[in-house]
């Protein structure tokens, strides 16, 4: 069992930056790859970004690419979401998880409970 729990969110206001950070604990966090979605309230939940277990390959949405960077802590069983020039479409609950597939997996085995993350003026 793994568990998620993410931190960072808030209020910022356009072309502002978050960091947001997935701390977990259970069963060993550097045999899974890590990945971070969002659901914007009445749309589908999306895929952002994922980071392989090493850390050396990652993927990114193309809405994102650019402006959001993945990264991850082994030691610290921690993941990290940097989110630059943030938009007002970026607005939604971002929820960290984690797969023992690859970063291009569509399978998540665990999930955080989210954070929300508002882009407003």
């Known amino acids: 069992q793994v568990r998620l729990v993410e931190s960072g969110g808030g209020l910022v206001q356009p072309g502002g930056s978050l960091r947001l950070s997935c701390s977990t604990s259970g069963r060993t966090f550097s045999s899974y790859a890590m990945g971070w979605f969002r659901q914007a309230p009445g749309k589908e939940r999306e895929f952002v970004a994922a980071?392989?277990?090493?850390?050396?390959?990652?993927h990114y949405a193309d809405s994102v690419k650019g402006r959001f960077t993945i990264s991850r802590e082994n030691p610290r069983n921690t993941v990290y979401l940097q989110m630059n020039s943030l938009k007002p479409e970026d607005t939604a609950v971002y929820y960290c998880?984690?797969?023992?597939?690859?970063?291009?997996?569509?399978?998540?085995?665990?999930w955080g409970q989210g954070t929300q993350v508002t882009v407003s003026s």
């Open positions: 998880a984690a797969t023992d597939g690859s970063i291009y997996s569509t399978m998540y085995d665990y």
């Open positions: 980071i392989s277990w090493s850390g050396g390959n990652t």
